[in-house]
């Protein structure tokens, strides 16, 4: 199972590493932040998504940890297999099933919210569930065409965020009234809405899957792929924070109460910010982002999970076979976004249930049993013993009982 021989560099860029864990963690995930923050408000999101960010990096480094006792190229799922046994081989297998599932329908739903914003900008009026159909049958289509085809449409797409991201974000970030941050209206208790609010901050730095290609794609050299964890996970935290200070200081707290009554789902933030861009130029800009951001989104999660589903059912890659796994993909989750169109808020937080599991609690776990198996192991271990592993573990635990007692009425709900 061990592979301790250290691999010779792969000569790879530390900007290029870099990027793959910041597009990974950036995406339409980001628009669920400000709608559950509203509640804490800013200087409480602020300190979660800081702390949440920190203990995200440690589990990414723990699994890490555990990538380097095997040989580049082994998967999360044979690193599951080898370390802990196979009960959590198939818990973790379910658990990422499960959240390319609930994430897709999550980006259907937020997707057919911001056409939806989109054509009545343009006059024309649709259902939004038909709305979501349309997004699903372009991208999917593009999906089905070739990995090639999403490779390169991702690409100019991601290209496109970032160019209409800092448009429209620069624009608010200066008609930022800082009273609506550090003053804002409404009733004077912040902290018990926090806890309500860690799923999401969880799952809008889940970069884990990546952390075995990286090691396949720098070899055995620790050094940068930490480095590349850490900036990646970095620039995700200065992105999040700039979206929290833009959309909070504009959109004061009391009215994020009818955004969060509306569903708060994508179409109906950047409607409330819209409102408050003085130019028409601009709001273009962000729309044209939000519709960016849930499309590559979008198109990265289907993209995994269509791959997934191929290799477990054994479907081929020829016309016929890749038909068959875009009915097994795209159906279930189309039908859900056609009964619940605004399920996006919901959907998130069951993807970081599961992220819970597989993205804090098992690389804990792996990192564990490593350190059991190989007591005299000197190569990279992160920092802190076990009293790490214990803080990640039950970080994981406590967010996922948090979502769980959300689920179940028993933690307060900001405008619910």
């Known amino acids: 199972m061990a592979n301790h021989m250290n691999a010779e560099p792969a000569g790879q860029s530390l900007l290029g590493g870099a990027m793959i864990i910041a597009g990974t963690t950036v995406g339409a995930g980001m628009f669920s932040l400000p709608v559950v923050s509203a509640g804490m408000w800013f200087s409480y999101s602020v300190v979660m998504l800081i702390a949440i960010w920190l203990i995200m990096l440690l589990s990414g480094l723990l699994l890490l940890e ?26 973790t297998g379910l658990s990422i099933a499960f959240v390319l599932y609930i994430l897709t329908y999550a980006y259907i739903s937020g997707g057919g919210s911001i056409v939806n914003h989109s054509l009545q900008s343009m006059g024309i009026n649709l259902p939004q569930p038909v709305a979501g159909l349309v997004f699903v049958a372009i991208l999917a289509g593009i999906v089905l065409i070739s990995t090639k085809a999403v490779d390169r449409i991702t690409t100019i797409m991601l290209g496109g965020m970032v160019i209409t991201f800092f448009l429209a974000a620069g624009n608010l970030l200066i008609e930022v009234e800082p009273s609506r941050l550090f003053d804002p209206q409404g009733e004077a208790s912040f902290a ?5 609010a860690l799923p999401f901050g969880l799952a809008s730095f889940g970069y884990h899957g990546n952390v075995p290609s990286l090691v396949k794609y720098y070899g055995n050299n620790h050094k ?37 009554k509306e569903g708060g789902n994508i179409g109906v933030l950047v409607a409330a910010l819209d409102k408050v861009m003085n130019s028409e130029w601009l709001t273009s800009m962000l729309t044209l982002f939000a519709n960016l951001a849930v499309a590559s989104s979008f198109l990265g999660v289907t993209l995994g999970l269509f791959d997934y589903l191929a290799d477990l059912f054994n479907f081929d890659d020829s016309y016929s076979g890749r038909t068959k796994t875009a009915c097994v993909t795209f159906i279930p989750p189309t039908l859900l976004g056609l009964l619940f169109p605004n399920g996006f808020l919901v959907a998130i937080g069951f993807a970081a249930l599961a992220a819970c599991i597989w993205a804090v609690i098992v690389p804990a776990l792996m990192a564990y049993q490593v350190r059991k198996l190989y007591p005299d192991y000197q190569g990279f271990k992160v920092a802190g013993g076990n009293v790490t592993i214990f803080i990640v573990i039950g970080f994981g635990v406590l967010t996922a009982c948090c979502h769980l007692l959300v689920m179940a009425a028993w933690l307060p709900q900001y405008g619910s």
């Open 224 to 260: 940068i792929i930490i480095k590349t964890i850490f900036l990646g996970t970095f620039l995700a935290l200065v992105i999040y924070l700039c979206w929290l200070v833009a959309t909070m200081g504009n959109i004061g707290r009391i009215e994020f109460i009818s955004i969060i």
């Open 66 to 91: 555990t990538n380097l006792h095997f040989k580049p190229g082994v998967s999360f799922d044979t690193l599951t297999r080898d370390t802990l046994g196979q009960f959590w081989r198939i818990v």
């Open 192 to 196: 018990p809405y926090l806890w309500a």
